[in-house]
């Protein structure tokens, strides 16, 4: 893996950490809602149970996301080494290869 691979993964790690965040959050504003009634949560466990379900629900909400993007890749993958995006017909990595990355 090279230096940019690396940066690139770290970067996407960090930015995964921050959604995962921002979902922890929404979930368990959610589950407080007043408008839940008799069914909203209180108490220290909220933010858990949030992470859980965020957790549990992450993979199925990137799954057709990051098949499309695994798609659009291979779309933009030259065949037999060479040296031209074949969609674009620039010089290989092309500019959506570059932010797939
Ligand atoms: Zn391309």
Redesign the pocket.
């Known amino acids: 893996m090279s230096t940019s691979d690396k940066t690139a993964w770290t970067a996407l790690g960090h930015d995964l950490e921050r959604a995962h965040d921002a979902g922890v959050t929404a979930a368990s504003a959610g589950l407080r809602d007043a408008a839940l009634g008799a069914l909203r949560l209180t108490g220290p466990g909220v933010g858990t149970l949030a992470d859980a379900a965020v957790t549990s629900a992450t993979p199925f909400v990137r799954a057709p996301l990051l098949a499309r993007m695994s798609a659009a890749r291979l779309l ?1 993958q030259p065949d037999d080494g060479g040296v031209l ?1 074949p ?2 017909r ?1 010089q290989f990595p ?4 570059q932010v797939l990355r």
């Open positions: 933009h995006c969609a674009c620039v092309c500019a959506t290869v």
